[in-house]
């Protein structure tokens, strides 16, 4: 695609090596009930690549062994992969976190009427992506009528205990901007949001995370026709922050794709930039049984000053005070 080619380039952004590694990001599929305008992943509807239950397997089998604590699960929506509720039970009865990236709709598609109470009895933490608290914004980025779906799932969700104190379910809400700008302070944000979606339909949450939009996928490819690609990058090139370098993702994460090949990050993945090892091109992840990552080189480009650009973007959300 056109938007990659300004980010295989060399870049200048800081070297980053590896940390002891904590958590795995599975992607399960592209395959979506939705097209979001912001979405990196490009997944859709269309989209038919799914993980297999044999790569599933092994993903499980390598946290294990390498002591990892967290299962980052996303997509697509990871839900519509019919090994999901699989995953789902063997790694909460392995003791570890389960967070699902969740966009709230999926909840409402035939054969998921299930889905939310299977989620709060295996007591799975719920990030969902809700970009905006007012219905306009929300539908023209993510499409007509996903506004009204979401606040029912979130209600839905509420009504297991999610989001409620001394539940022990935790649920965060996802915030990404509407165009080319970077994300609001989270804090005062988050307010907002607790405010408008409190009194107005009753809503309780743990967390809202500030994402930045990254410029690469469906979301590069609108800057590219829109001839604001280049001022995006350098947005984010001027508000680079390097106290944001300790706290990135990437020094204690993988990112899995849905064939079992390993990457840095979740954006390293859609851009075809394998992680760096220097016996081979790209891993899978059953070729990282036993190995020991700490002080790896990350692979680093131009987009990587998305995660550090002002008060810092990470799956988590800021990474500091704005």
Known sequence: MHDVIPLISKSDFPAVTRRRLTTFQINLGYRCNQSCLHCHVNAGPHRTEEMSLETIEQI????RQAGIETLDVTGGAPELNPHFRLLVERARAMGLRLIDRCNLT???EPGHETLAAFLAEQGVEITASLPCYLEENVDAQRGKGVFDASIRGLQTLNALGYGREGS??????VFNPQGPVLPPPQAALEADYRQFLGERFGIVFNHLFTLANMPIQRFGSTLVSKGSFAGYLQLLKQAHRDENLESIMCRDLISIDWQGYVYDCDFNQMLGLPLRRPERARSHISDLIGQDLRGNPVV???HCYGCTA???????GALASA
């Open 168 to 173: 022990g379910l935790l649920l965060n809400l």
């Open 310 to 316: 002002g008060q810092g973007s990470s799956c988590g």
């Open 106 to 108: 999926v909840l409402f």
């Open 60 to 63: 499980l089998a390598m946290a």
């Open 300 to 302: 680093v480009r131009d």
